[in-house]
Antibody, heavy 117, light 108 residues
């Protein structure tokens, strides 16, 4: 059975940094596209970033230059390094298996990131 | 960027009734790269429909998707108690991929 488990969320001050992780089981992360999607409190879903199976990465304009997506194939784990955090980055962050930009079929339960002083 | 507009924002229905949810795109969504998700409070989204009309694995037959170009519809033929949730459409046809703002289906 396929699973994704996010971790690493927490409270961080504005301007600070945080790295969140997404451990996969039941499939190989590097064979698929993998995305991060976030949801601010009481709001809808916002796509954040994607890493392709060939390693190419793409970002939403709202996080470009501040966030970096990566993966560790040996650990079968996806990461999101978040720098220069702002209050508006406060959200639940989900990782999802992005089936070659056709649909997202496997989702983690999410990890909460709160940016506040 | 393609903007997806979902209507209505909220719909109040009774179990057994039919729900019809709309998702309109600001530009044509190529090759029907349009998916629908269900999200319940405190849970992650769940894939329902992909390719505008294909049901995901394990999704009951009362859920169906239709449409093409700029107009898409999710229909729930007879609402079950577990179907009351928020529904999102998402397009992958143009970068960046984008979500609609969601339609809440609430119990009347």
């Amino acid at each position: 059975e396929v699973h994704l488990v996010e971790s690493g969320g927490g409270l961080v001050q504005p301007g600070g940094s945080l790295r969140i992780s997404c451990a996969a089981s039941g499939f190989t992360v590097s064979w698929y596209y993998m995305s991060w999607v976030r949801q601010a409190p009481g709001k809808g879903l916002e796509w954040v970033s994607i890493i392709y199976s060939n390693g190419n990465t793409y970002y939403a304009d709202s996080v470009k230059g501040r966030f970096t997506i990566s993966r560790d194939n040996s650990k079968n784990t996806l990461y999101l390094q978040m720098n220069s955090l702002r209050a508006e980055d406060t959200a639940v962050y989900y990782c999802a298996r992005d089936y070659f930009r056709y649909y997202m079929d496997v989702w983690g339960k999410g990890t909460t990131v709160t940016v506040s002083s | 960027e393609i903007v997806l507009t979902q209507t209505p924002g909220t719909v109040s229905l009774s179990p057994g009734e039919r729900a019809t949810l709309s998702c309109r795109a600001s530009q044509s969504v190529s090759s029907n790269y349009l998916a629908w998700y269900q999200q319940k409070p405190g849970q992650a989204p769940r894939l329902l429909i992909y390719g505008a009309s294909s049901r995901a694995t394990g999704i009951p037959g009362r859920f169906s998707g239709s449409g093409s170009g700029t107009d898409f519809t999710l229909t729930i033929s007879r609402l079950e108690p577990e179907d009351f949730a928020v529904y999102y459409c998402q397009q992958f046809g143009s970068s960046p991929q984008t979500f609609g703002q969601g339609t809440k289906v609430e119990i009347k």
